[in-house]
């Protein structure tokens, strides 16, 4: 590990060079940023600070393309599910293929580069295959927590103005079953944005369909490709918006960009936690909040981790 005091004297004397030789070999770039930080942590003037703007990439490349050749079949994901011996794991080429199909599945519904995407879903694998796939085509991807009630997802929908919603049948959380697909039939009564509604089945009980608006997760992958070329964006471009609770007033969408954002959560991950090449590595956060974003998605599958996830 590197020392702390030496690491902070160098990023506070100069964050532009710091941070731009801690991100030249962190991510996959398609294109390597030559400027670090433009903008001034120190401006009264408010001014915008923007990170790598040069540069281009797909985080999905550095989460999952990079991985392959030595890391393919090592295990990504382990999921335990809420009944105790429920258990799925998906290797890196095997999550490489599912985000691949799902982003083939998002761009047949016209998902594309800028479009907003709402998530709401248990805690299960499809939920960061949703993520990584929304950012494999470019789309910018809003997460609800599965635990929010329908006029707290049907706001966020409105705000967000998307046009897609992805969800499950039935969630589960301490033993009890969350209706998620009819709590987002009844957001999605006053949303007039939502054109399209992706609903993985995780349990064998009926839910609502909506005809034309409706679509079954297994339908849509059945025969989608397992390649998907990554859509390359800039380093500023935005990929996912993630809201405030509103516990003190309305929900504000914290909008977080590529580059810094991926280079964050690889470097705080890879320095907080120290993981080695053989460990398995668990943070039971769930992906409705940024921690969950960071360290059981990101920062892990940045580093070439096996991460758990929890139901």
């Known amino acids: 590990m590197k020392s702390y005091a030496v690491e902070y004297k160098k990023a506070a004397e100069d964050p532009s060079a710091y941070w731009l030789a801690e991100t030249a070999d962190r991510i996959a770039w398609r294109t390597k940023p030559t400027v670090g930080l433009k903008g001034d942590f120190t401006s009264i003037a ?3 600070l923007r990170w790598f703007e040069d540069g281009w ?3 999905t490349e550095s989460c999952l393309d990079r991985h392959l050749e030595k890391r393919g079949d090592k295990r990504a994901i382990i999921w335990e599910g809420d009944e105790p011996g429920t258990t799925r ?9 599912e985000v691949c199909k799902f982003a083939n599945a998002l761009a047949h519904l016209g998902v594309k580069r800028g479009d907003n995407v709402i998530i709401y879903m248990g805690m299960v694998p499809e939920a960061a295959i949703a ?6 085509v470019g789309s910018v991807h809003s997460v609800v927590f599965g635990g929010f009630s329908a006029a707290s997802l049907g706001d966020r929908i409105n705000d967000s103005q998307a046009k897609t919603v992805i969800t499950q049948d039935f969630g589960l959380r301490g033993g009890k079953r969350v209706p998620l697909k009819a709590i987002a039939d009844e957001a999605c009564k ?5 054109k399209n509604v992706v609903v993985y089945k995780h349990s064998e009980e009926k839910v609502g369909f909506v005809d034309g608006r409706d679509h079954w997760w297994h339908d849509l992958t059945a025969k989608a490709s397992a390649k998907h070329e990554a859509v390359i964006v800039e380093a500023e471009h935005p990929l996912f918006i993630l809201y405030t609770s509103g516990s003190t007033g309305t929900p504000k969408g914290l909008l977080h960009t590529s580059g810094g954002y991926l280079t964050y959560v690889g470097y705080t991950h890879q320095m907080v936690f120290d993981p080695r090449e053989d460990d398995v590595y668990a943070c039971v956060a769930d992906v409705g909040w940024v921690t969950g974003h960071s360290y059981v998605v990101y920062g892990p599958l940045s580093n070439g981790v096996t991460t758990v996830m929890f139901e």
């Open 46 to 48: 408010n001014e915008p």
């Open 57 to 59: 990439l797909n985080v």
């Open 89 to 97: 794991t998906l290797t890196y080429r095997e999550l490489h293929a």
């Open 131 to 136: 993520m990584l796939a929304c950012a494999r």
């Open 190 to 194: 006053d949303a007039k944005t939502v």
